[in-house]
């Protein structure tokens, strides 16, 4: 059955992708992507792989498909028509898809337990992180702790975005005049839906921020929500509204907080004499050093993240705001 | 018969990724380019995934009751991986937006006759 | 203390800095910290070249994890050779941005432009001393990021859509690579490179890990611009600011040429790649075409970066001419190579820098007449241009000294020759900067604009490698003691244990 399903989604997801390439009308083609989006994270679940689905949600469906959006708004819908020949690439996609298949010749039967990919480092994850670590999510123990160190890389990856960004587009500036045209205040429902509604999704990012040590969730997915939370805030009631609650030179600082934060754990861990990142000397007992590791980094994450999806947003809000006055 | 039952999902997989990586090349527009760019990501996600799943496995989350966990690790590397590609995405939409402010249009053969770049 | 973490220092100094220079807001303090940070990382660079050199290779287990369960640092005297010459350039460039960037940066920026440089500098940090091949395009990507920030930073428009190509082809390969390891990844069950080393079976799944091997070859590849896959790099070094283009000339496809080397000698294997897949023949042949091509088109370009920019992906195929050569020396040739170009180019992009500073021009027209009005930056231009084109008592005559002494180690005569062949084009596209420089005078027209020497805090970092390009160009101990034994130590073909803790006493 879980086999089945996985066909009927990857040709679903093959038809979207054919279609994205002779669609022209970009803004359906953005949609597509969203679509297509959504539709791996249903392969993602099928897959069992239920923390990377959720992610996968969150940012290629949410946040990669608005920021396409707002930046469609600023530069026009329609893709011309090209002029150069289309052969070459075709000749290139089509060698690098034959090695791809070539390689595939040697793999071994899908989804057997007995493939080498399941055999050397893996088993210890599976059976013995729940002990060294002591969380049942063994994601977060792999992700939070083993590999915490590419973590460390990813929330960096996240601040160098923010420093492009910045760099490129600036920041609305605080304390501006509210531009009569912004948001969609006159739209009573949307308003009140608004209201009801923000309050819960905070909620429910500080739930996916602390219990991502026994189901799926984390730091990442808790600072994409809440800053989803504020992005709402701000399509409604206009950005400037939005910049007077958290403006853009805090959630700077919140940024390099989140990083500090997440090495500062690092360097405390050195500091007991341990490695970096060893959060097995955090405490006397190796396990609840863990456990305190873990929700700290977990933190720091959470709190980069969510700084840098909304300065990303104010920084493309800001310019769509401003070609709308001129 | 069997080998391609065991196979057919890589295959897909392989046509999605090319898929991508055909747009991002042939795609005149740069906005389509950024979408060519998270297709063929997004499906190099699905290979790393299809490597992770055991059959009769389940989410690698402690259960009772539960003795055959998918593996883990390639979930974690793809988290890291969807982060790095929205990190991308991001830089690529916010340099557009600047191109569209300094040369008028994002269509790659209009702003290349209007500078002698190289 | 020190000594325990002396691996990861490097990594965690420059990382750690870039928020805290974000915060510190103001631009002379971010300018100040960031060259006082790159310059604590180039001393334990050094300090960890000279323990890699007496104890052989360090391995440190982040997070306490031992391989392959955690992600381990690896260093060995071949990639902490490339990391001195990385932290060394970077601590210069960044004491020569503080007036170029100045003139070519908006003020609002400046901090932006310091806390990329950093980011960037971590980036490559962690790129050359990971021992795992996943860390490794996580690395990849902070300092791609940074990259396509600097040289976004421009006042031409044209940087802009440098960096989008840039950004595109950068992403492709950077897929590219994780499409690779996933290979390697799914047929081994592991990410550490040594074990990946020990755990690769050709004859059970030689086909996947084939198309492994060539995923991550044609990736690398992009990042380091080998022929034909060269197309972002002379727009995005022609139109970034001075100082980005002299710090990334000399570091980012250095280290990326390095990546490709421990691809090849650590994980696959040189038997595996040379042996039964041929890649020498195919590199071998990409690293002529590129030399004379491209050198080629250096001599034909009127913008002085453009120039430089094609001479430094002809440059690259020297690199890889030595490793396509298959032995101890070809691979000594090329790694001495990646040092001592850093040093040329960094000096001669400085110089240009330097005129863009005064005359606000690097055409090659800009250049009539300034052997006299800017006698110690064009001297530093000519020194650092005779290196390039490889005369005696400068590090451009040791690397082609090498190369030539490895190729003819093999009996092959013509290579010898097209190394010497591709020096005379060299000659040419630097001749025709100089004669500009010396022979022609300053149109009268603008003869009126005074044009000065440049402020000494530019002056400086541009004669320091200038004199290194002389230094290590006649005391050539220190370059080839650590390359051959770099060299030797990657040609044995490493059996060691994993998380060897050697050096960690």
Redesign the interface.
């Known amino acids: 059955m879980s086999d089945f399903i996985d066909l009927v989604l990857l040709a679903m997801l093959a038809l979207t992708g054919l279609r994205i390439i002779f669609l022209k009308d970009l803004f359906a083609v953005v949609m597509l992507f969203g679509i297509y989006s959504f539709l791996t994270a249903l392969i993602f679940i099928n897959l069992d792989a239920v923390d990377v689905a959720f992610t996968e949600a969150a940012v290629g469906a949410g946040i990669s498909t608005v920021l396409m959006l707002g930046t469609l708004a600023l530069t026009g819908r329609e893709e011309k028509e090209s002029s150069h020949s289309s052969i070459l690439p075709l000749i290139v996609v089509f060698i690098t898809g034959a090695a791809l298949i070539y390689g595939t010749l040697d793999m071994e039967p899908f989804g057997n337990p007995d493939n080498p990919i399941h055999k050397h480092v893996a088993p210890r994850y599976i059976e013995d992180s729940p002990k060294e670590i002591g969380l049942p999510n063994m994601v977060t123990s792999v992700l939070a702790s083993y590999r915490g160190f590419d973590t460390l890389g990813e929330v960096v990856v996240v601040f160098a975005a923010l420093i492009a960004v910045l760099s490129l587009l600036g920041v609305p500036k605080e304390g501006q005049q509210k531009a009569p045209a912004s948001g969609l205040k006159s739209h009573q429902v949307l308003r009140v839906v608004a209201k009801l509604i923000i309050s819960p999704i905070i909620l429910f990012a500080l739930y996916v921020q602390f219990h991502g040590d026994f189901g799926p969730g984390g730091g990442f997915q808790a600072g994409v929500i809440a800053a989803a939370a504020l992005i709402l805030y701000a399509l409604v009631f206009g950005l400037p509204n939005a910049v007077a609650v958290i403006g853009p030179r805090f959630l700077k600082f919140m940024a390099a907080a989140g990083v500090l934060l997440y090495a500062s754990v690092g360097f405390f861990s050195m500091y007991k004499g341990g490695n970096f990142l060893d959060y097995n000397k955090l405490a006397a007992d190796p396990v609840a050093g863990q456990h305190y590791g873990i929700l700290i980094i977990e933190l720091g994450v959470g709190i980069t993240v969510f700084a840098v999806m909304l300065s990303i947003y104010y920084a493309f809000g800001n310019q769509v705001e401003r070609s709308n006055i001129q | 018969m069997n080998f391609i039952l065991d196979h057919y999902n890589y295959w897909i997989v392989v046509f999605l990724m090319m898929t991508g990586f055909y747009i991002v090349i042939t795609a005149n527009n740069l906005v389509k380019k950024i979408v060519g760019l998270n297709v063929f990501q997004t499906s190099v996600f699905i290979l790393y995934i299809s490597e992770a799943k055991v059959s009769g496995g389940t989410a690698p989350i402690v259960t009772e009751g539960a003795t055959l966990y998918s593996n883990p690790l390639p979930h974690v590397l793809i988290l890291t991986a969807i982060v790095v590609g929205v990190a991308v995405t991001a830089v690529g939409l916010a340099l557009i937006v600047r191109i569209k402010r300094a040369y008028g249009t994002v269509e790659e053969n209009e702003f290349k006759k209007m500078d002698d770049a190289i | ?1 020190l000594e ?2 002396l691996a ?1 220092l490097p990594i ?1 100094l420059p ?2 800095a ?3 220079t ?2 510190l807001g103001r631009s002379s303090f971010s300018w100040a910290f960031a060259t006082l940070i790159s310059a604590c990382a180039c001393l334990f660079a050094w300090q960890l070249l000279a323990l890699a050199l007496t104890n052989g290779a360090i391995s ?6 031992p391989p ?4 381990e640092l690896r260093v060995d005297a071949a990639n902490a050779f490339v990391l001195l010459a990385v932290s060394a350039l970077s601590t210069l460039v960044l004491l020569y941005s503080k007036d170029s960037i100045e003139k070519e940066i908006e003020p ?2 400046h901090t ?2 310091y ?2 440089h950093l ?1 960037c500098f ?1 980036g490559l940090s ?1 790129i050359l001393l990971t021992g795992d091949a ?2 490794l ?3 990849l ?2 300092s791609s ?2 990259t ?2 600097m040289v ?2 421009a006042s031409d ?2 940087c ?5 190509r840039y ?2 082809m950068g ?2 390969g950077a ?1 590219f690579i ?2 690779g390891v ?2 390697l ?7 550490n490179m040594l ?1 990946l080393a020990n ?1 690769i079976d050709i004859a ?9 091997l ?2 991550i070859m044609v990736g690398v590849s992009i990042k380091l611009a080998l022929f034909p896959l060269h197309m972002w790099l ?2 995005a070094y ?2 970034a600011p001075s100082a980005v283009t002299a710090f990334l000339a000399s570091t980012a496809t250095k280290v990326a040429v390095y990546v490709m080397i421990r691809f090849i000698f650590t994980v696959f294997g040189l038997d595996h790649v040379f042996g039964s897949m041929g890649m020498d023949l195919i590199l071998m042949v990409l690293a002529i075409v590129a030399i004379f091509k491209c050198s080629y088109k250096a001599t034909v ?1 009127s913008d002085v970066k ?1 120039v430089l920019a094609y001479s430094s992906v002809a440059q690259i195929g020297y690199m890889i001419l030595g490793i396509s050569l298959v032995s101890a020396t070809g691979l000594m040739a090329g790694l001495i190579h990646i040092f001592n170009h850093a040093l040329m180019k960094g000096a001669l992009f400085m110089a240009v820098g330097a005129v863009f500073y005064r005359v606000g021009s690097v055409d090659i027209s800009a250049f009539r007449g300034l052997g006299k009005q800017m006698p110690l930056t064009m001297a530093a231009f000519t020194i650092a241009g005779l290196s390039i084109i490889g005369v005696p008592l400068t590090v451009g005559f040791v690397s082609k000294w090498y190369l030539v002494t490895a190729a003819l180690e093999q009996n092959q005569w013509v290579l010898a020759a097209l190394v010497l062949g591709g020096s005379l084009l060299a000659v040419i596209y630097i001749g025709r900067v100089l004669e500009a420089a010396y022979f022609q005078q300053r149109p009268e027209s603008e003869k009126t604009i005074e044009i000065k020497e440049v402020p000494w805090l530019m002056l400086a970092p541009m004669w320091v490698l200038v004199l290194a390009n002389i230094y290590f160009g006649v005391d050539t101990s220190l370059t080839t003691e650590a390359a051959s034994s770099a060299a030797e130590w990657l040609f044995q073909n490493n059996e060691m244990p994993l998380g060897n803790q050697a050096g960690a006493e």
């Open positions: 203390m325990q973490h990861a965690l990382l750690i870039a928020p805290i974000l915060v440190y287990e982040v997070g306490g994890w392959p369960w955690g992600i609002s920026k932006l432009y806390t990329a980011l971590a962690g996943f860390n395009f996580v690395f990507e902070i990021l940074a396509y920030t976004s930073l428009r044209r802009l859509i440098a960096a989008f950004l595109v992403t492709i897929t994780l499409i996933g290979l990844y799914m047929s081994t069950g592991t990410l074990d755990r059970e799944s030689g086909r996947t890990i084939n198309t492994g060539a995923f002379p727009s022609t139109y370009q453009t």
